[in-house]
């Protein structure tokens, strides 16, 4: 009998969907581990995957949520229905990267960054989460526009 044994990657998407996926796992970690900036990037250079990704927007993105990090839970917790700190590890990542988004990258539309938000919550987040994100960040789509 031949097995076909399946290659283990960390995330599977390219470009900046990629770069979402990957962000959402080291932000994840940040939370855990309460890694700094430079031992976060130092370890997603190591990933064999970092190479299809947005490299440069990887890293844009990692520096303003961690950077901005006051600013973006500010932002998200008008729209929560309970304190920031009870929200679970993923959804919050998720939405700390779409709010940087939308806040310092105004060439993407909105409507993609919401999408991409709610894909990344289906993949890694419990179940339902993505109703959770796509419910909170388009009350925040309501006023930002």
Same mark, same amino acid.
């Given at each position: 009998?031949?097995?076909?044994? $399946?290659?283990?990657?960390?995330?599977?998407?390219?470009?900046?969907?990629?770069?979402?996926?990957? @962000?959402?796992?080291?932000?994840?970690?940040?939370?855990?581990?309460?890694?700094?900036?430079?031992?976060?990037?130092?370890?997603?250079?190591?990933?064999?995957?970092?190479?299809?990704?947005?490299?440069?927007?990887? +890293?844009? @993105?990692?520096?303003?949520?961690?950077?901005?990090?006051?600013?973006?839970?500010?932002?998200?917790?008008?729209?929560?229905?309970?304190?920031?700190?009870?929200?679970?590890?993923?959804? $919050?990542?998720?939405?700390?990267?779409?709010?940087?988004?939308?806040?310092?990258?105004?060439?993407?539309?909105?409507?993609?960054?919401?999408?991409?938000?709610?894909?990344?919550?289906?993949?890694?987040?419990?179940?339902?989460?993505? +109703?959770?994100?796509?419910?909170?960040?388009?009350?925040?789509?309501?006023?930002?526009?």
């Amino acid at each position: 009998m031949n097995k076909k044994t $399946k290659k283990y990657e960390r995330f599977f998407g390219k470009g900046r969907t990629g770069t979402r996926q990957l @962000l959402l796992q080291v932000l994840y970690q940040h939370q855990m581990n309460k890694d700094d900036l430079e031992t976060l990037l130092n370890q997603s250079l190591k990933i064999k995957e970092f190479s299809r990704i947005d490299q440069d927007y990887f +890293q844009a @993105l990692l520096s303003e949520v961690l950077g901005n990090h006051n600013q973006i839970e500010e932002v998200i917790s008008k729209y929560l229905d309970r304190p920031i700190e009870q929200i679970d590890p993923i959804e $919050k990542a998720i939405m700390w990267i779409a709010v940087s988004e939308i806040l310092f990258h105004p060439d993407v539309p909105v409507s993609v960054v919401i999408n991409e938000a709610v894909e990344l919550a289906k993949l890694f987040g419990a179940e339902g989460s993505y +109703q959770y994100v796509n419910a909170v960040l388009d009350a925040l789509k309501t006023d930002h526009s």
